[in-house]
C-alpha cells in the first residue's frame, strides 16, 4: 500500500494523504507531519504531535478527517484548491452534513464557502 512505508514511523499522514487513506480522495503527492525530512514528501516539520488531532491504525499515524480538512484550509485560503470542494462534497454525502466538523474558527469563511459549494454539488 502507498503508505505502508509509514507505519510504526514518527509520522503522521496529513491533509489530503490522510484524506486519501479514509477513502475521500486520491492524490499523488504525499503529505505528513514528520520530526524530520523525509524525500519525496511535503513534509511539515514538527517538534512534537501534541497539538496534532491524529489516530493510529494498524501501526499508521492519520491526522483526523477535521485536523486533515483544516490543514488543507490553512494553505488554502484564497479559494484555489480544487480538489477540496470534491473531499467535501465526498464527505457530505457519507455524513449528510458537516455536523462535528470542528474547523478552526481562523479558516471558517473559507470553510463556509467551500462547504456551500460542496452542499450545491451534492444536491445537483
Known amino acids: 500500500m502507498k503508505f505502508d512505508q509509514f507505519k510504526n514511523k514518527d509520522v503522521i499522514l496529513k491533509g489530503y494523504s490522510a484524506l ?6 486520491n492524490q499523488e503527492l504525499i503529505e505528513v507531519y514528520s520530526l524530520s525530512e523525509i524525500e519525496g514528501c511535503d513534509c511539515c516539520i514538527v517538534d512534537n504531535f501534541d497539538n496534532i ?4 491504525e494498524d501501526g499508521l ?3 483526523s478527517i477535521p ?5 488543507r484550509l490553512k494553505v488554502n485560503s484564497s479559494y484555489d484548491d480544487d480538489a477540496l470542494p470534491l473531499v467535501l462534497t465526498n464527505y457530505f454525502s457519507k455524513h449528510g452534513s458537516f455536523k462535528g466538523m470542528n474547523t478552526n474558527p481562523e479558516y471558517a469563511d473559507t470553510f ?3 462547504e456551500g459549494w460542496a452542499i450545491c454539488e451534492y444536491k445537483g
Request: net charge negative.
Open 20 to 25: 486519501e487513506y479514509a477513502g475521500y480522495c
Open 112 to 114: 463556509r464557502y467551500y
Open 53 to 56: 488531532d491524529y489516530t493510529i
Open 67 to 71: 485536523q486533515a480538512i483544516n490543514d
Open 61 to 63: 499515524k492519520v491526522s
